[in-house]
């Protein structure tokens, strides 16, 4: 596929220091782009000064506002209605190398299968990996991902979820349906609509020459707090088997686990994860009800998809 055009959208919740901090690299990065490309900033409701430093300091990059604050999902409107060929979606906790973008354009270009594409992930520093590449896995009945090192595994360059820098092919972005409300206010949007991607017989690639930085849940983690932002993992991760997986054994064997994970919880005293659960057998049925999403256009059964990373997961 050609790529053309390019859209950078920047989702920004109270982030004005991070916008000062991150957007001037990114706004650099434009002038390095091979293809057209503009960026916008979606700006989620935010009370702080970020509609204030936006006008005042980055007056040149178009602001949009959505209605409410949809989280991940207040993207889906924006991109839905773009006639770019490539939608780059990112956290307002990001700096770039200004050379990212190219690499990006060149995967999609060289890879007709691909849907979405990450990029090498570094700390703000430059020296903790942060992430870009990921294995899926399940164990006793649980689904998750593992971001890994990928000097590890120099020649594997598959992912199976994203994280803060997300490129997308934008028609299948849109024949995705874009990102699920289901996990609202947040946590696996992402997991939910590569491993969607992935069962309909695209593939999801690591793209290490793209290179970005990363603080880390900034906005997210100030607004929920870590033990918030462990509850929404563990009941977003419940609904997502539920949503996505099809394979009965494979559901059997998770439904038969949960009974022992309660209890190994209490007796840890884990009750972030035990909320959690909670929290997501009174959502089951909104997430039974969409079962129907990731099995529509289904070429990749489920452990075809867990194959495909098996033999990477130790």
């Known amino acids: 596929m050609k790529i053309n055009k390019v859209s950078i959208y920047v989702l920004n919740y109270n982030g004005a220091e991070l916008?000062?901090?991150?957007?001037?690299?990114?706004?650099?990065?434009?002038?390095?782009?091979?293809?057209?490309?503009?960026?916008?900033?979606?700006?989620?409701?935010?009370?702080?000064?970020s509609l204030k430093i936006l006008?005042?300091?980055f007056s040149s990059v178009p602001v949009l506002l959505p209605k409410e604050n949809r989280l991940l999902c207040s993207f889906n409107e924006y991109?839905?209605?773009?006639?770019?060929?490539?939608?780059?979606?990112?956290?307002?906790?990001?700096?770039?190398?200004?050379?990212?973008?190219?690499?990006?354009?060149?995967a999609f270009e060289t890879y007709e299968d691909a849907f979405v594409a990450s990029a090498l992930c570094w700390d703000f520093s430059g020296k903790r990996y942060e992430g870009g590449l990921s294995f899926l896995s399940m164990k006793y009945g649980w689904w998750g991902t593992t971001s890994v090192d990928p000097n590890q595994f120099p020649n594997f360059s598959y992912t199976a979820s994203i994280g803060a820098c997300m490129a997308f092919r934008q028609d299948r972005f849109r024949e995705l349906n874009g990102f699920n409300e289901l996990y609202l206010p947040g946590m696996l949007e992402d997991l939910d609509i590569c491993y969607?991607?992935?069962?309909?017989?695209?593939?999801?690639?690591?793209?290490?020459?793209?290179?970005i930085f990363h603080k880390g849940q900034a906005s997210f983690k100030r607004r929920f707090g870590s033990s918030k932002i462990r509850e929404l993992a563990m009941r977003n991760t419940f609904l997502f088997i539920w949503?996505?997986?099809?394979?009965?054994?494979?559901?059997?064997?998770?439904?038969?686990?949960?009974?022992?994970?309660?209890?190994?919880?209490?007796?840890?005293?884990?009750?972030?994860?035990?909320?959690?659960?909670f929290k997501a057998f009174l959502k089951i049925c909104d997430a039974w009800q969409r079962r129907g999403e990731s099995k529509t256009g289904m070429r990749r059964s489920d452990r075809e998809i867990l194959e495909i990373f098996k033999p990477h997961i130790s």
Request: net charge neutral; hydrophobic share 45%.
């Open 19 to 49: 916008l000062t901090e991150c957007l001037p690299s990114i706004i650099k990065s434009l002038s390095r782009s091979r293809c057209r490309t503009q960026l916008f900033v979606i700006d989620n409701r935010s009370t702080d000064d």
């Open 55 to 57: 006008k005042e300091q």
């Open 79 to 106: 991109v839905f209605a773009d006639d770019a060929d490539l939608v780059v979606l990112m956290n307002n906790d990001i700096k770039v190398n200004e050379h990212f973008l190219n690499p990006l354009i060149e």
């Open 196 to 211: 969607r991607g992935w069962k309909r017989g695209w593939k999801g690639y690591f793209i290490k020459e793209s290179v």
């Open 243 to 277: 949503k996505n997986i099809h394979d009965i054994v494979l559901l059997i064997d998770h439904f038969f686990w949960i009974g022992p994970r309660l209890i190994y919880a209490l007796l840890s005293v884990d009750f972030p994860f035990v909320l959690g659960c």
